[in-house]
């Protein structure tokens, strides 16, 4: 099992960056895929990014795409989302995967989970 620490959400302005940050521990833990899913109130958790352990590949929901960065250091065993123009839509809690099994963009296909952080957006 992977044990996961996301940190960097917090509180930005509607068009703002935010740079998340999930540090992985545990047996293989750089050798791990990762990924971010988020959470709003009410909503289901959907996939936001993901990238293989390598840095070779990477997937994106279609909102992230040309706005959000994925990317790791294996040397640190962490995995960063860099987002940009962020919208009040996308408050919600964010969290960081790891070990899928299948397709990325399915949750239930990813068995470690961190805590999560909040990212809220204010308009």
């Known amino acids: 099992q992977v044990h996961l620490g996301e940190s960097g959400g917090g509180l930005v302005q509607a068009g703002g960056s935010l740079r998340l940050s999930c540090v992985a521990s545990g047996r293989f833990a750089n050798q791990n895929t990762m990924g971010w899913f988020r959470q709003a109130p009410g909503k289901e958790r959907e996939f936001v990014a993901g990238?293989?352990?390598?840095?070779?590949?990477?997937d994106y929901a279609d909102f992230a795409k040309g706005r959000f960065t994925i990317s790791n250091d294996n040397a640190k065993s962490t995995v960063y989302l860099e987002m940009n123009s962020l919208r009040p839509e996308e408050t919600a809690v964010y969290y960081c995967?790891?070990?899928?099994?299948?397709?990325?963009?399915?949750?239930?296909?990813?068995?470690?989970w961190g805590q999560g952080t909040q990212v809220t957006v204010s308009s």
């Open positions: 995967v790891a070990s899928p099994a299948g397709r990325w963009d399915s949750a239930h296909r990813w068995g470690d």
């Open positions: 990238i293989s352990h390598t840095g070779i590949t990477t």
